[in-house]
Nanobody
């Protein structure tokens, strides 16, 4: 069982930046691929990014590629999502997940409670 605790959400103007953090419980953090999803009001939840357990390979949705960066610190059991050049359409609840990877496909098994990100125009 993995417990995930997100932080770092908030209100920011368009063009600004935020960094989300997700602290995970457990002693096997490095064995999990870690990912971020988001859900905007009235829309389905969508994939944002994931990173391999070793941290060596990352994947991004086309909508955030070049603006968002995922990283992890296995010594701190923490994964980050650096979000730059934020747009109003990035407004959503962001969820941290722990899961598994098969090639470029990611499957989330554990979910955090989510943190709200609001980008004003």
């Amino acid at each position: 069982q993995v417990q995930l605790d997100e932080s770092g959400g908030g209100l920011v103007q368009a063009g600004g930046s935020l960094r989300l953090s997700c602290a995970a419980s457990g002693r096997t953090f490095s064995s999990y691929a870690m990912g971020w999803f988001r859900q905007a009001p009235g829309k389905e939840r969508e994939f944002v990014s994931f990173i391999r357990g070793s941290g060596g390979t990352t994947y991004y949705a086309d909508s955030v590629k070049g603006r968002f960066t995922i990283s992890r610190d296995n010594a701190k059991n923490t994964v980050y999502l650096q979000m730059n050049s934020l747009k109003p359409e990035d407004t959503a609840v962001y969820y941290c997940t722990a899961g598994s990877r098969s090639g470029s496909q990611y499957s989330a098994n554990y979910w955090g409670q989510g943190t709200q990100v609001t980008v004003s125009s």
